[in-house]
């Protein structure tokens, strides 16, 4: 049995940042950080090619970077770019204060 927490997940900069996405039940913190950074990187993939937000062709494109002899290279540096955008966290549901429990839905 775990515990539950609130996930919030976003993009930065003019996107407005992490944003509650729905309470859950966890085993620990770390797999509701886990879902929260899987909810994250879904939205920046949702915008990828959009508003400045790279793809991976992207990165490798603006780099100088071959896809099949730099793929890793490509990754790190996608890997990056994506962590500069995201923000993500989770709560315990019993300590957040900013999202009311009536307000609240199961993920």
Request: proline share 0%; aromatic share 16%; net charge negative.
């Amino acid at each position: 049995m775990g515990s539950l927490f609130n996930v919030y997940a976003g993009l930065g900069g003019s996107f407005g940042g992490a944003t509650y996405r729905g309470t859950g039940e966890f085993k620990s913190y770390a797999d509701a950080e886990q879902t929260a950074y899987e909810l994250a990187v879904e939205e920046y993939q949702s915008y990828e090619g959009y508003h400045g937000i790279l793809s991976w062709h992207d990165v490798a494109d603006e780099n100088g970077l071959d896809y099949n002899e730099d793929s890793v290279d490509i990754d790190d540096l996608y890997l990056d770019e994506l962590e500069s955008w995201i923000e993500y966290y989770a709560v315990l549901a019993s300590e957040d204060e900013d999202t009311l429990e009536e307000d609240r839905f199961e993920i």
